[in-house]
């Protein structure tokens, strides 16, 4: 829940893997002990190149349990190992949880995707706007994300703070953009379906997931992870310090609630996606809305729909969803097509389980593993598409600020510069209205509405850095 902050840092990229695996025949399935070895060489490399205290990983393809194991310590200081039955805090990954109950209570009809906000949460910080249930869902209601006002939220961590004293960290602040108009991740609207779902049903909101999905399916490893409550085999977090890892900084587990709150295994989290596929959670058309990405009134591909990322590795369909927060970071990934389920928990932040997570599946399905980005191309631009895109914009960056950001041409070049940092040159690519950044990773696409150039979006897959334009 706690970002660096510097332009390279925001934008997601893929590292290069040394490891080579053989490609089997076209049409054949890659043997299971060739899945483990390599699973196993790429979380030991991940231990030892991080360093990371420990990780689970779980490997099922079909009803085959390929891998399902522990590496590392969970617990250095006692000298604990980690194994399939640790439990690690999932971040971000328990969205779709959230999500999900918010769609039993629509099929429900306790809840509609279209009801203002205010019908559940009064006091909601919509600064007079119309934001419905559903903006929550996608990220589109333009509410600021408590967790991206950097200091303010920093110095209220460790506190237990109450919903109202939470959303004043926010309260004051204008919305980003009309609802529905844009997409920026945002941990405030899931605080709020947390409170709707609390509203609606008269439970907590770690209690209703428990009666409504976890005692149910055996979901037995899976819960609120609450600091106070003994959590058996539950895993310390680690973050890396300038001498090797330290302990991680604490936070208060009421602070993250339904956008970061649960705790779970690699084994529970591979049940729970099967439930969830097969229609045991939520009805067909509900889990169709959760894997829709949003649309845009904008002309862009986006990926998120309700607290799932629907995608693709290669030609393989995918549904996935990260998560991170203070100590831990975890990737969760199915491919439908496929029947594979790669589940990578660490509890240590940053840890590289997203990239352990799509080198596994490279694996399983016999890809080339993963080579450093391309170059990227620098085609000539005209004066006139330089004039059109130079001008003032507004970029909300994710510790909250809303930094002024400047496009202009100097000796022909187009150049952008976030204030406080120094500018970079813009690199038009073959994608209309797509630029690479000088020296840095990830894409600048643009959105332009009926011919107008109205912002742009920093790609970084979920977590996209919005701007708008300003006067």
Not at 184 to 210: A, C, D, P
Not at 223 to 229: D, G, N, R
Not at 284 to 304: D, E, G, I, N
Not at 402 to 415: A, C, D, F, G, K
């Amino acid at each position: 829940m706690r970002f660096v902050l510097s332009l390279a840092t925001l934008i997601l990229t893929a590292s290069a893997t040394s490891l080579a695996h053989a490609q089997p025949a076209r049409g054949a399935q890659v043997p299971r002990d060739v899945i483990a070895r390599a699973t196993d060489s790429l979380a030991n490399a991940a231990l030892k190149s991080g360093p990371v205290a420990a990780l689970s990983i779980a490997v099922v393809r079909g009803r085959d349990t390929v891998v399902m194991k522990g590496y590392g310590y969970a617990d250095i200081e006692n000298d604990i190992p980690a194994t399939a039955q640790t439990v690690f805090r999932i971040g971000s990954v328990t969205k779709q949880f959230t999500s999900a109950a918010i769609m039993r209570l629509v099929e429900q009809g306790k809840v509609s995707l279209d009801d203002d906000v205010t019908k559940y949460v009064p006091n909601a910080p919509v600064q007079g706007q119309k934001v419905l249930v559903r903006h929550l869902l996608n990220h589109t209601s333009g509410i600021p994300s408590y967790t991206d006002v950097g200091p303010a939220f920093g110095r209220r961590m460790r506190l237990d703070l109450s919903p109202d004293s939470l959303l004043a960290i926010v309260r004051t602040d204008s919305l980003q953009f009309e609802p529905g108009s844009h997409f920026y991740y945002n941990n405030t609207g899931y605080y709020l379906l947390g409170m709707i779902i609390e509203k609606v049903t008269g439970r907590k909101y770690g209690e209703y997931l428990n009666e409504t999905f976890f005692t149910p399916h055996g979901l037995s490893s899976t819960m609120y992870c609450s600091v106070s409550p003994i959590i058996k085999r539950r895993a310390q977090g680690y973050e890396r310090g300038p001498n090797g890892l330290v302990n991680a900084s604490y936070i208060s587990m009421e602070l993250p609630y339904a956008a970061g709150s649960l705790c779970s295994t690699v084994g529970d989290l591979v049940a729970w996606t099967r439930l969830l596929h097969s229609g045991k959670i939520v009805s067909a058309p509900s889990f169709q809305a959760m894997t829709t990405p949003v649309k845009l009134p904008v002309p862009r591909p986006m990926s998120y729909g309700f607290g799932l990322v629907s995608d693709t590795l290669g030609s393989h369909r995918r549904i996935q969803h990260g998560g991170g927060i203070n100590g831990f970071i975890s990737s969760l990934a199915h491919y439908p097509n496929d029947s594979l389920t790669i589940v990578v928990l660490a509890n240590t932040a940053p840890a590289p389980s997203d990239q352990l997570a799509d080198d596994i599946a490279r694996i399983v399905f016999g890809m080339p593993a993963r080579t450093a980005p391309a170059r990227p191309v620098d085609l000539p631009i005209a004066a006139d598409e330089s004039a059109r895109l130079a001008g003032n914009y507004r970029l909300y960056w994710p510790d909250g600020g809303r930094r002024p950001t400047r496009i202009y041409v100097e000796n022909n070049q187009l150049m952008i510069q976030i204030e406080g940092q120094p500018p970079l040159k813009m690199l038009k690519q073959a994608e209309p209205n797509t630029f690479a950044l000088s020296n840095q990773p990830g894409r600048v696409r643009f959105d332009i509405v009926n011919g107008k150039v109205v912002g742009f979006v920093v790609d970084r897959g979920a977590r996209s850095v919005e701007a708008i334009r300003v006067p």
